[in-house]
Protein backbone atom coordinates (compact mmCIF):
# COMPACT_ATOMS: atom_id res chain seq x y z
CA UNK A 1 0.00 0.00 0.00
CA UNK A 2 0.77 3.35 -0.15
CA UNK A 3 0.74 5.94 2.70
CA UNK A 4 -2.39 7.86 2.60
CA UNK A 5 -3.86 6.61 -0.83
CA UNK A 6 -7.24 4.81 0.09
CA UNK A 7 -8.78 2.03 -1.41
CA UNK A 8 -12.15 1.16 -0.59
CA UNK A 9 -14.06 -1.58 -2.22
CA UNK A 10 -17.30 -1.14 -2.53
CA UNK A 11 -20.79 -3.10 -2.14
CA UNK A 12 -23.10 -4.00 -5.50
CA UNK A 13 -26.39 -4.65 -4.42
CA UNK A 14 -28.12 -6.76 -7.27
CA UNK A 15 -31.90 -8.25 -7.89
CA UNK A 16 -34.17 -8.11 -10.97
CA UNK A 17 -34.05 -4.42 -11.79
CA UNK A 18 -30.10 -4.34 -11.88
CA UNK A 19 -27.50 -3.44 -9.25
CA UNK A 20 -27.29 0.32 -6.88
CA UNK A 21 -23.74 0.63 -5.53
CA UNK A 22 -22.92 3.43 -2.36
CA UNK A 23 -20.36 5.05 -3.13
CA UNK A 24 -20.19 7.88 -1.12
CA UNK A 25 -21.01 8.95 2.50
CA UNK A 26 -19.86 11.98 4.29
CA UNK A 27 -20.42 9.86 8.10
CA UNK A 28 -17.84 7.20 6.53
CA UNK A 29 -15.15 9.35 4.99
CA UNK A 30 -13.19 12.52 5.91
CA UNK A 31 -13.14 14.03 2.95
CA UNK A 32 -14.47 17.14 1.01
CA UNK A 33 -15.47 16.69 -2.31
CA UNK A 34 -16.08 20.18 -4.16
CA UNK A 35 -16.48 18.99 -8.03
CA UNK A 36 -17.34 15.85 -10.00
CA UNK A 37 -17.08 14.24 -13.45
CA UNK A 38 -17.87 10.99 -15.02
CA UNK A 39 -15.47 9.67 -17.83
CA UNK A 40 -15.92 7.23 -20.39
CA UNK A 41 -12.22 5.36 -21.54
CA UNK A 42 -12.25 3.61 -24.66
CA UNK A 43 -10.53 0.30 -24.61
CA UNK A 44 -6.78 0.30 -24.87
CA UNK A 45 -6.53 3.71 -23.89
CA UNK A 46 -4.57 5.34 -21.27
CA UNK A 47 -5.28 8.84 -18.97
CA UNK A 48 -2.30 9.89 -17.43
CA UNK A 49 -0.06 9.51 -15.36
CA UNK A 50 0.16 12.61 -13.82
CA UNK A 51 -0.36 13.77 -10.35
CA UNK A 52 -1.64 17.18 -8.09
CA UNK A 53 0.31 19.59 -6.20
CA UNK A 54 -2.95 20.65 -4.03
CA UNK A 55 -5.76 18.41 -4.97
CA UNK A 56 -7.19 14.90 -3.90
CA UNK A 57 -8.79 12.87 -6.42
CA UNK A 58 -11.81 10.53 -5.15
CA UNK A 59 -12.38 7.95 -8.06
CA UNK A 60 -15.20 6.22 -8.34
CA UNK A 61 -14.49 2.93 -10.36
CA UNK A 62 -18.09 0.30 -10.51
CA UNK A 63 -18.28 -0.41 -13.89
CA UNK A 64 -19.34 -0.91 -16.68
CA UNK A 65 -16.07 -1.40 -18.12
CA UNK A 66 -12.55 -2.92 -16.33
CA UNK A 67 -9.40 -0.47 -15.23
CA UNK A 68 -5.53 -1.11 -14.59
CA UNK A 69 -4.71 1.83 -12.53
CA UNK A 70 -1.20 2.75 -11.65
CA UNK A 71 -0.11 4.82 -8.50
CA UNK A 72 3.71 6.34 -7.52
CA UNK A 73 4.90 7.36 -4.41
CA UNK A 74 6.60 11.02 -5.01
CA UNK A 75 6.42 12.73 -2.24
CA UNK A 76 9.35 13.39 -0.30
CA UNK A 77 8.83 12.94 3.47
CA UNK A 78 6.48 9.58 3.33
CA UNK A 79 7.28 6.40 4.33
CA UNK A 80 6.51 5.09 1.57
CA UNK A 81 8.21 7.49 -0.75
CA UNK A 82 9.08 5.38 -3.99
CA UNK A 83 6.61 2.47 -3.92
CA UNK A 84 4.51 1.93 -6.37
CA UNK A 85 0.77 -0.09 -6.69
CA UNK A 86 -0.47 -1.79 -9.53
CA UNK A 87 -4.50 -2.57 -8.93
CA UNK A 88 -7.62 -3.73 -11.27
CA UNK A 89 -10.16 -1.89 -10.28
CA UNK A 90 -14.05 -1.40 -11.99
CA UNK A 91 -16.59 -4.06 -12.88
CA UNK A 92 -15.29 -6.95 -10.91
CA UNK A 93 -13.74 -5.21 -8.24
CA UNK A 94 -16.21 -1.81 -7.49
CA UNK A 95 -14.10 0.97 -5.99
CA UNK A 96 -13.47 4.03 -4.12
CA UNK A 97 -9.80 5.61 -4.56
CA UNK A 98 -8.30 8.66 -3.03
CA UNK A 99 -5.41 9.98 -4.78
CA UNK A 100 -3.63 12.22 -2.34
CA UNK A 101 -1.50 15.05 -3.70
CA UNK A 102 2.10 13.93 -4.83
CA UNK A 103 1.20 10.82 -5.87
CA UNK A 104 1.31 10.23 -9.46
CA UNK A 105 -1.73 8.18 -10.74
CA UNK A 106 -3.31 6.85 -14.25
CA UNK A 107 -5.23 4.07 -15.69
CA UNK A 108 -5.83 2.10 -18.96
CA UNK A 109 -9.23 0.55 -19.84
CA UNK A 110 -8.38 -3.01 -20.01
CA UNK A 111 -11.78 -4.38 -20.62
CA UNK A 112 -13.30 -5.15 -23.97
CA UNK A 113 -15.72 -2.37 -23.55
CA UNK A 114 -15.25 1.29 -22.76
CA UNK A 115 -15.08 1.90 -18.79
CA UNK A 116 -16.58 4.13 -16.80
CA UNK A 117 -15.16 6.01 -14.09
CA UNK A 118 -16.14 9.20 -11.59
CA UNK A 119 -13.79 11.77 -9.58
CA UNK A 120 -15.18 13.92 -6.84
CA UNK A 121 -11.81 16.30 -6.48
CA UNK A 122 -11.43 18.02 -3.49
CA UNK A 123 -10.47 21.57 -5.37
CA UNK A 124 -12.29 22.98 -8.50
CA UNK A 125 -10.48 22.02 -11.72
CA UNK A 126 -8.74 25.51 -12.67
CA UNK A 127 -10.28 27.36 -9.63
CA UNK A 128 -12.76 29.26 -8.90
CA UNK A 129 -14.73 30.88 -12.10
CA UNK A 130 -11.88 28.72 -13.76
CA UNK A 131 -9.17 31.58 -13.56
CA UNK A 132 -6.21 29.91 -12.17
CA UNK A 133 -3.34 27.48 -13.35
CA UNK A 134 -4.39 23.53 -13.24
CA UNK A 135 -3.35 21.96 -10.77
CA UNK A 136 -1.60 18.90 -12.73
CA UNK A 137 2.11 17.68 -13.44
CA UNK A 138 1.63 16.26 -16.82
CA UNK A 139 4.10 13.13 -16.57
CA UNK A 140 2.42 11.45 -19.70
CA UNK A 141 3.73 14.78 -21.70
CA UNK A 142 7.70 13.83 -21.44
CA UNK A 143 8.75 10.25 -22.98
CA UNK A 144 11.38 9.53 -20.21
CA UNK A 145 9.33 9.83 -17.64
CA UNK A 146 9.76 7.07 -14.86
CA UNK A 147 6.31 6.74 -14.65
CA UNK A 148 4.85 4.37 -17.46
CA UNK A 149 1.70 2.95 -18.38
CA UNK A 150 1.57 -0.14 -20.39
Same mark, same amino acid.
Given at each position: &??? /?????????????????????? #???? /???? +? &?????? +????????????????????????? +??????????? /??? +? #???????????????????????????????????? @?? #?????????????????????????? @??????
Amino acid at each position: &MIK /DVLIRKIAKYSDERGWLAEVFR #NDEL /DFKP +T &MSYVSL +TKPGIVRGPHEHVAQSDCFIFVGPG +TFRLYLWDRRQ /DSK +T #NGESLEIEVGENNPCLVIVPPGVVHGYKCISKIPAF @SI #NFPNKLYKGLGKKEKIDEIRWEQDPT @SPYQIK
